[in-house]
């Protein structure tokens, strides 16, 4: 069974940084994405970051140029480094992981594609 533990979240000013941990342990398949996505109060989820078992990255535009997805293998363990960060990056961040069938294709971006949930992380970023 798949767990994914999420932590790192707090409250920064405009501009500020934070590093987002996602901890998985139970999963058993060799093909699969990893993804990042948050939800703010009224708002529906939204990927942010996807990386796929051999580290290929994908970000959304939000987050292009600011957020970094990356990995700890040893750790079992993948981030999300958050600079600059807006007001309109305020929301809960969860991850997700979606089993892929083939080991060349894209990751995902869309929320349904992604499940066995975490708790989630707040962030809060205040103007």
């Known amino acids: 069974q798949v767990q994914l533990v999420e932590s790192g979240g707090g409250s920064v000013q405009s501009g500020g940084s934070l590093s987002l941990s996602c901890t998985y342990s139970?999963?058993?398949?060799?093909?699969?994405?990893l993804g990042w996505f948050r939800q703010a109060p009224g708002k529906e989820r939204e990927g942010v970051a996807w990386l796929r078992a051999d580290d290929l990255r994908r970000y959304a535009d939000s987050a292009k140029g600011r957020f970094t997805i990356s990995r700890d293998n040893a750790k079992n363990t993948v981030y999300l480094q958050m600079n600059r960060l807006r007001p309109e990056d305020t929301a809960m961040y969860y991850c997700?992981?979606?089993?892929?069938?083939?080991?060349?294709?894209?990751?995902?971006?869309?929320?349904?594609?992604?499940?066995?949930w975490g708790q989630g992380t707040q962030v809060t970023v205040s103007s």
């Open positions: 997700g992981i979606s089993p892929r069938q083939w080991a060349s294709e894209l990751c995902p971006t869309i929320v349904e594609q992604y499940g066995d």
């Open positions: 139970g999963i058993s398949y060799s093909r699969y994405c």
